[in-house]
C-alpha cells in the first residue's frame, strides 16, 4: 500500500538549532518525493522535491531509498520557519499526490 | 505571479443539499485535482481530470461527486447530497503538462450543518 507517514505531530525547537522533520513512505516502486509547506492564513505551497536536489529556504531532503524516508533538514532554523509541512509522494504511474498527515513546526525566539 | 483561485471561500450548507465548489485553474495548465482536508486530517486525493474527463479518482470520490469545466475555464466540485462527513477544506490543484509541481489554491471550507 502507498504511504506517507510523518511521525512528528509537533515540532518545537529554538531559533539558531537545527530543524530535522520525518518523513517515511511506503511504496514498491520509484515515487518522486515532495515537501509542502504552508504558513499561516496562506495555501499549500511547494517547498522542495528530490529529483531537483536543491535547498530552498535553507531547507534540504535527501531521499534515502534504502531506509524509504526523505526527511527535511535544516541547520539553523529562524521564526518565518514556523509552518505546517507536509510531506507528499507521487506514484509513478500517475500524477496524484499521497499526503503524510503533516508536522507543525514552531520556532521559539 | 499566476494563482490558482477558488471560490467561495467559504460555504455553510445544510445536510442533503448540493453544493458546487469553483476553482479557476491557472491559465495554461492541464492537470486539474482535487484534494479535501478533513480538520485535524490529512490532505486526500479525491479526483484528477484532464482532457475533459476524470483520469483517476480515490474511494471517496463516489457517485455524490462530480467534476466538470463546464465553460472550459471554471473546473467544478459538485457534491450532490451533502453529509455530515463532507465538512472539510477542499483544495484545487492544477499542473502544467511537463512540470511536476501542482499549484494549490487557497481553499474552500465546506461546513454541513
Known amino acids: 500500500a502507498q504511504r506517507v507517514t510523518q511521525p512528528e505531530k509537533l515540532l518545537s525547537v529554538f531559533k539558531g538549532a537545527p530543524v530535522e522533520l520525518k518523513c517515511n513512505y511506503s511504496?514498491?516502486?520509484?515515487?518522486?518525493l515532495f515537501w509542502y509547506v504552508q504558513y499561516s492564513r496562506q495555501r499549500l505551497q511547494l517547498l522542495l522535491r528530490?529529483?531537483?536536489?536543491?535547498s530552498i529556504k535553507g531547507f534540504t531532503a535527501d531521499l534515502n531509498k534504502g531506509e524509504t524516508s526523505f526527511h527535511l533538514k535544516k541547520p539553523f532554523a529562524q521564526e518565518e520557519d514556523s509552518a505546517m509541512y507536509y510531506c507528499?509522494?507521487?506514484?509513478?504511474?500517475?500524477?496524484?499526490?499521497?499526503w503524510g498527515a503533516g508536522t507543525k513546526l514552531i520556532i521559539k525566539p | 505571479e499566476p494563482e490558482v483561485t477558488q471560490t467561495p471561500s467559504h460555504q455553510v450548507t445544510q445536510m442533503g443539499q448540493e453544493v458546487i465548489l469553483r476553482c479557476v485553474p491557472i491559465s495554461n495548465h492541464l492537470y486539474f485535482y482535487w484534494y479535501r482536508q478533513i480538520l485535524g486530517q490529512k490532505v486526500e486525493f479525491l479526483v484528477s481530470?484532464?482532457?475533459?474527463?476524470?483520469?483517476?479518482k480515490s474511494e471517496i470520490f463516489d457517485d455524490q461527486f462530480s467534476v466538470e469545466r463546464p465553460d472550459g475555464s471554471n473546473f467544478t466540485l459538485k457534491i450532490r447530497s451533502t453529509k455530515l462527513e463532507d465538512s472539510a477544506m477542499y483544495f484545487c490543484?492544477?499542473?502544467?503538462?511537463?512540470?511536476?509541481?501542482?499549484?494549490f489554491g487557497p481553499g474552500t471550507r465546506l461546513t454541513v450543518l
Open positions: 511504496y514498491s516502486g520509484s515515487p518522486e
Open positions: 528530490h529529483i531537483s536536489r536543491e
Open positions: 507528499a509522494l507521487r506514484p509513478d504511474s500517475n500524477y496524484q499526490l499521497i
Open positions: 481530470f484532464y482532457n475533459n474527463e476524470i483520469s483517476e
Open positions: 490543484a492544477t499542473l502544467l503538462r511537463d512540470s511536476n509541481e501542482q499549484f
